[in-house]
């Protein structure tokens, strides 16, 4: 027969050995928890709006093109762009951004955030190139002020394949053709 356990039980001096945390120690806890994230968010909000700041960041929310080249890597677009057919008619926010205030305002949040992502850690192909979402609403941009042109070119059904419009056209926004 085995001999009973001589131990004498839990240590009540010792909280690892006493089950759940009592409430108060609990609530320290929490307290701490807290101060730890509020310190996190406020050093990202502070580099953040550092970052914004020193980036003239408001330059982007607004419609000049200029504001396209502050990178270096977008400077041979916006040249090409002054020599292209649509620079007295279009500005990068018409072919670059959808049309509608929701996914315009997204669109530029998402690029804004990535784009400064990329260029901070230079993690980023030079020449620069255009994402496949980014060339899905630079295609849509073409189809929105051509559609009255091209209508016959558009597929029969919504989603259907078609050719992208700088398939044909790349040197239009852009005139990287000499």
């Known amino acids: 027969m085995p001999e009973p356990d001589a131990s004498p039980g839990p240590d009540a001096s010792d909280p690892a050995s006493t089950g759940p945390l009592p409430a108060a120690r ?3 806890a929490v307290k701490v928890l807290s101060l730890a994230v509020a310190a996190a968010l406020g ?3 502070g580099l953040g709006a550092f970052a914004f700041g020193y980036g003239d960041g408001t330059a982007y929310l607004r419609n000049n093109p200029e504001s396209c080249a502050n990178c270096h890597v977008m400077q041979d677009h916006f040249d090409s762009w002054v020599k292209s057919s649509h620079k007295n008619v279009a500005t ?3 072919c670059h951004l959808p049309h ?3 996914g315009k305002w997204i669109t530029k949040m998402d690029n804004g955030f990535f784009h ?5 850690t ?5 020449p620069i190139q255009i994402k496949r979402r980014n060339a899905r609403v630079t295609q849509s941009a073409c189809l929105h002020c051509h559609r009255d042109f091209v209508h016959s070119l558009l597929p029969a059904e919504d989603g259907g ?3 992208a419009c700088v398939h044909c056209h790349s040197d239009v926004g852009h005139a990287f053709k000499d």
């Open 116 to 120: 400064s992502l990329a260029f901070t």
């Open 92 to 94: 990068c926010n018409d």
């Open 43 to 45: 050093v990202l909000g």
């Open 26 to 28: 609990r609530l320290g």
């Open 161 to 163: 394949d078609m050719l």
């Open 100 to 102: 509608d205030f929701a």
């Open 122 to 126: 230079n993690n980023f192909h030079e």
